[in-house]
């Protein structure tokens, strides 16, 4: 029986990585699933967990308000005694915790495997581009999401151990859609019609963190307000409620008469949320594939993105912060024939990943 240690700490790694957790877990070998408390609101973490119908973590860490190279460090630190003994670490996606476990697996000469390998912005100053090169270069087993991602593995000369598995964001779309439907009221409780609101979430350090691109985006997301006359519906990350108050840019985001910002929303909701939004205005990574998947049109605020395939269908257009454009990417994404084909694949990935490392295991 081997030991599998699988490393998670934000968001969207508890998020994607649920469904590989459960396949893991039906495997007969040891899993001991870690939490390096990257994030740790109930928002931003507990409600996942209940949510997914995820188990607890064997070991969760303290992380609170540390800064990005204490995260690494003190995640390396607290982590090492329970990977110290094992088979196979596996991490997730591009955070700080995913570079830590990817880092530490190499110091302990234990092998890595990471999932959503090979996808790239090719934009270096962005903190995940970094933490997602680092973590291929040190894998010895790649899940990347697409061909496209295994292409961009082989340009780094990583082409041993690649697996094209899909990408798990689709399994957790389709096992827990249904029951969002089900369970979730959201749309009632803040009086909302389907196809009547833009949802909007922005919190991309490189969009929040300078002041200028964050007054920039508020000028736009008041233009696309006004333009559509439809409410824009802002599950607010605790990045940018803080970078608002830094600034001192609370005032004029409060003045923007379309914009609700609310907390952050637990999965389900947030599911209801972009299903029926008319459009979707975001700098998330995990909110432009979910939005192929349910044919909603998405505009990204940023310059690149690490997911072209979702430019290639249509589904998305790149608009940056400024808000002409973002208003014409708006307006034209609002009239896109929405038919194209979801690339993430079909929501097995979670199980092809338990195959792979159970073959690995051996
Ligand atoms: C991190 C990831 C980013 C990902 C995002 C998902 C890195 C380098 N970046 O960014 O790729 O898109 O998670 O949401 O790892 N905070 C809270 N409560 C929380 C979580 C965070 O108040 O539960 C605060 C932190 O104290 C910090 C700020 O939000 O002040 C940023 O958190 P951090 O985890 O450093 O980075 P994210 O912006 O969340
Ligand atoms: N999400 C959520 N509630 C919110 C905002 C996002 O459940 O209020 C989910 C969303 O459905 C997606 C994931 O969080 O699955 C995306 O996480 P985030 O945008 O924080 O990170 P990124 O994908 O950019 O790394």
Redesign the pocket.
């Known amino acids: 029986m081997g030991r599998i240690v699988t490393i998670v700490g ?3 790694e508890i998020i994607k990585m649920a469904p590989v957790v459960k396949a893991l877990d039906r495997l007969e070998h040891e899993h001991v699933l870690v939490h390096s408390g ?4 109930l928002v ?2 507990r409600i996942f967990f209940r949510d997914m119908q995820l188990r607890e973590p064997d070991h969760r860490f303290e992380l ?2 540390q800064p ?1 190279y204490l ?1 690494v460090a003190t995640t390396m630190r607290d982590v090492a005694e329970v990977a110290g003994n094992s088979d196979l670490v596996i991490v997730h996606g ?4 995913t570079l830590a476990g990817a880092l530490l697996a190499n110091k302990l000469g234990r092998p890595l495997a990471h999932v959503e390998a090979g996808i790239r912005s090719f934009d270096k100053t962005m ?2 581009e970094m ?1 997602r090169i680092v973590a291929d270069q040190l894998s010895r087993i790649l899940f990347a999401p697409t061909e496209l991602s295994k292409a961009n593995l082989a340009r780094e000369n990583v082409t041993r151990g690649v697996h094209v598995v899909g990408n798990s964001v689709i399994d957790a779309l389709t096992q827990n859609v249904a029951v969002a439907e089900e369970r979730s009221d959201v749309l009632e409780r803040l009086e909302l019609t389907p196809r009547r609101y833009l949802l909007l979430t922005f ?3 490189e969009n929040v963190d300078d002041k200028a691109r964050l007054a920039a985006a508020l000028d736009a997301f008041a233009s696309v307000g006004s333009e559509t006359g439809l409410p824009i519906i802002f599950p607010i ?3 940018t409620v ?1 970078a608002l108050r830094a600034h001192s840019l609370e005032r004029r985001a409060s003045d923007i008469q379309s914009l609700r910002r609310i907390e952050p929303t637990g999965y389900l909701d947030l599911l209801v949320l972009e299903k029926n939004a008319a459009l979707v205005l975001t700098d ?2 995990g909110l432009q594939e979910e939005c192929c998947f349910f044919r909603v049109p998405c505009v990204t605020l940023r310059e690149n993105t690490e997911r072209p395939e979702t430019l290639d269908i249509g589904a998305n257009v790149l608009a940056g912060t400024d808000p002409p454009r973002v208003t014409k990417a708006a307006r034209s994404q609002l009239d896109a024939k929405k038919d194209w084909p979801n690339p993430y694949g079909d929501g097995t990935t979670g199980t092809r990943i338990a195959t792979i490392v159970n073959e690995f295991l051996g």
Do not use: C
């Open positions: 934000t968001r969207p990257q994030h740790y609101d931003m973490d609170k308000e990005p995260q591009d955070t700080n915790t903190p995940e933490n919190h991309r350090a990350h605790p990045r803080k998330s990574g």
